[in-house]
Every structure is written in C-alpha cells, then in structure tokens.
C-alpha cells in the first residue's frame, strides 16, 4: 500500500531524514520511534504530503504522491500530535464539520458519525459537551474519531497518548488494534516503548535521520536477540 525508497529531506545543508526505505501492506500497523530529532515527524508531513521530499519517491498504491498528492490525500486519516479540534463547538459539531470538510456525503455522515464513536467508545452525553469541557484523554479519542469518517485506508498517528491517563491510553490503543484487524494500514509514532510493542506488527528506528533497524517485530527481535523493544531500541 504504502513504500518509501530511498526518501531523503534536507534543511539547509543537514539531512534530518537520510535514505529512508520502508513499506506498510494493509493490516500491518508499523511503529516508528526514535529520539526527538531522529526525522520522524520530517517522515510523517512528507507522508501527508505537507512537504516534498529532497529525493527519493513515496508510492501510494502505486502512485507517487509527490508527482500526485491527491492519490493519498482521500485515502489518509492524519492524527496530529496537536489537537485539531474546535473547542467552543461540541463533539457532534466538530465531527458534523470535519466530515463535511472530508466530503462525506449528507446522506450517510450520521452513519458515518455513529460508526465512529463505536471505535473510540463516545456516547451521546460526550458529544453534547462542549470540547473545551473534555479532558485531554476525550479529546485525543475525538481527534481520532475526526480522522477516521471518511473511511481511510491508511491512518497515521503522532504520539496519540501522550499527556492522557492509563484508561483513555489503553483505550486508544485498543481502536487501534480494531482498526487493524479490520484491514487499516496503520503507522504509529510514539516514545512509550511499551505502546509500541503492543500494537505494532512491524517496527522502525530511527536516529538522525537514519533507519537502524527496521523490520517484521517479531522476526526482528529474534534477529537481534532481544526480548523487548526497549532491549531492541538500546541496542542502536
């Protein structure tokens, strides 16, 4: 579905993201750590098309998003690290506006609307609540529910835990997995090592730039004789 070959992106004259290559099939969720400057968010806005790689091509079921944007753009759900959301307007508004704004057709937005709170566990009573009124852990589940009504094949997800509480994390975690199982790519940035392990099939390290371990998890863990991720990460 989606495959980088040999992506590198320069600031000036330092490369923050360096000959990066990887792929992610549907169903597979890839997890991406590394150290603050390692290049990850780089990755994900030239992913989301919000910047144009220096060489190397991104492909999109076949498609290469530099020369075509647009090819990626309607199949992908962006969760930000920072939240998009209005907070003066209530749950249900922000998903009425952002599925318009996502172009989801009049006719099946409520649907759309009510399949989403299922994932991120919203009832009705939450989404008469002004956002500003949410805690942190409602509103990153909302931000997800945002990306997800237009039915995206690949959804990428920035830190989508941090600042939030052990019940709302593990909840996330939990639509995650629901999103997998149901066949959604899934790329997954986070510093917890232990998130990371948990929901991803596949797992890429990065330090400056650079790609140092990348890979099937399982299968990479056993390579490198580790146990756990974080046994894998300290190993660089």
């Known amino acids: 579905m989606l495959e980088l070959i040999n992506v590198t992106k320069k600031y ?7 000959n990066l290559s990887f792929k992610l099939e549907a169903g597979q969720t890839l997890g991406i750590i590394g150290a603050n400057g390692a290049g990850k ?23 290469d998003i530099v020369e ?44 759309e609307i009510k399949r989403v709170c299922g994932i991120i566990s919203f009832d009705e009573k939450m989404l008469k609540k002004r ?13 997800i529910g945002v990306a997800l009504l237009h039915r995206p094949g690949l959804v990428v997800l920035d830190e989508p835990t941090t600042g939030i509480d052990i019940q709302s994390g593990n909840q996330i975690l939990s639509a995650i997995e629901g999103l997998r199982a149901a066949g959604t790519a899934i790329i997954y940035v986070g510093h917890y090592m232990e998130e990371v392990e948990r929901i991803s099939t596949h797992i890429c390290i990065m330090e400056q ?28």
């Open 131 to 143: 956002v500003s009124e949410y805690s942190g852990g409602m509103k990153r589940r909302l931000n």
């Open 209 to 236: 730039g650079r790609c140092t371990a990348y890979g099937e998890k399982n299968a990479l863990l056993a390579e490198r004789g580790c146990k756990t991720l974080s046994e894998l990460y300290l190993q660089k």
């Open 68 to 111: 075509n944007p647009s090819a990626i753009r309607k199949r992908l759900g962006l969760v930000p690290q920072d939240i998009a959301l209005y907070e003066t307007l209530n749950g249900l508004d922000n998903l009425k506006f952002w599925g318009k704004s996502y172009g989801v057709p009049a006719d099946s937005l409520k649907d």
């Open 41 to 63: 968010s780089t990755t994900i806005s030239m992913i989301s098309t919000l910047i144009k790689p220096d060489s190397g091509k991104i492909l999109f079921e076949g498609s």
């Open 12 to 18: 000036k004259n330092t490369e923050v993201v360096s």
